[in-house]
């Protein structure tokens, strides 16, 4: 018996010395990462000053909830979570950190992918921001700030070579040319990839990503399926979706699966984004 014993033992410590160590997931579920990135919005450790029920109510919130949050067209109040705070998954938070490190503004060839000196769990290299990266946003409900894009010049020689590229083509041949601004580097592959299945999604300052997590510490099941960073490249702005733009009910956090991502009963949802910032509010 206890050399039957000891040898189970044995199998077991030799599988665990074995295979990669998996954390327990960080967000089971889509509601309950909604839940848990209300719970850290700015202010921190003032919730009660914004409870749920006034996530469509701009004008009944306090001054400091105001600053540290985004009001929109659609009537819906997007939170601020702190880039640093704990409650991020480490894939969503490095991916974070490097855009907001990135520079925009730069004239330069050569620096077109955002920053890969961001520790975490990937080497941010082109290969991962061309397969995080996706189609443009077309803010259809107005559930993100309406930017000014009128800025912008896509002439036509640059959208000629760019237009039989592939994904990574496209952003290779980006990030050698220069001459132009990053931002106007995605505005360039934001028109390229603008035309999603029979959709033509009209270009509106912000690009989406998926949300990349390491497969052998998930901590979100559902980040490739519904996680989506948006991310607005005319002010280095982020926004995050954790139920793949779904608005999400008051009262429980639930995502709500009105279709064209609408809420039903009217008046009972809120903004399905959580911008993500340099937030020095928020602590771990």
């Known amino acids: 018996m206890k050399r039957a014993l000891f040898a189970l033992c044995s199998i077991v410590i030799l599988n665990s010395l074995a295979s990669p160590a998996v954390a327990e997931n960080k967000w089971l579920t889509p509601q309950d990462a909604i839940a848990q990135l209300w719970s850290g919005r700015s202010p921190v450790g003032q919730g009660k000053e914004w409870p749920v029920d ?12 105001q600053a540290a949050s985004t009001n929109t067209l659609s009537g819906l109040v997007i939170p ?3 880039v640093n705070r704990a409650i991020l998954t480490t894939g969503l938070q490095q991916m974070a950190k490097s855009l907001l490190a990135y520079d925009l503004a730069t004239l330069e060839a050569g620096h077109f992918y955002p920053p890969d000196d961001i520790d975490g769990p990937f080497a941010l290299n082109p290969a991962y921001w061309q397969n995080a990266a996706r189609s443009p946003h077309g803010n259809a409900l107005d ?9 912008f010049d896509n002439e036509i020689h640059m959208t000629e070579v760019l237009k039989t590229q592939n ?13 132009m601004t990053n931002s106007q580097r995605w505005n360039y592959y934001a028109a390229r990839f603008s035309k999603v299945g029979q959709e033509n999604i009209p270009l509106t300052g912000y690009v989406e990503f998926t949300q990349m997590e390491d497969q052998w510490d998930d901590q979100y099941a559902f980040a490739a399926a519904d996680g989506r960073i948006v991310y607005d490249y005319v002010n280095n702005r982020i926004y995050y979706t954790p139920a793949h733009y779904k608005q999400w009910k ?3 956090f639930t995502p709500d699966d009105t279709p064209a991502y609408g809420c039903t009963p009217e008046g009972t949802c809120c903004d399905p984004f959580f ?3 340099n937030d020095q509010q928020a602590t771990q």
């Open 54 to 65: 006034q996530c469509n109510n701009w004008g009944a919130l306090p001054e400091d909830v």
């Open 275 to 277: 911008k993500i910032a």
């Open 167 to 179: 994904r990574a083509e496209v952003m290779n041949t980006l990030n050698q040319t220069g001459g």
């Open 250 to 252: 008051q009262d429980d």
């Open 80 to 82: 601020t979570v702190g």
């Open 143 to 151: 559930h993100l700030p309406v930017l000014d894009i009128s800025g």
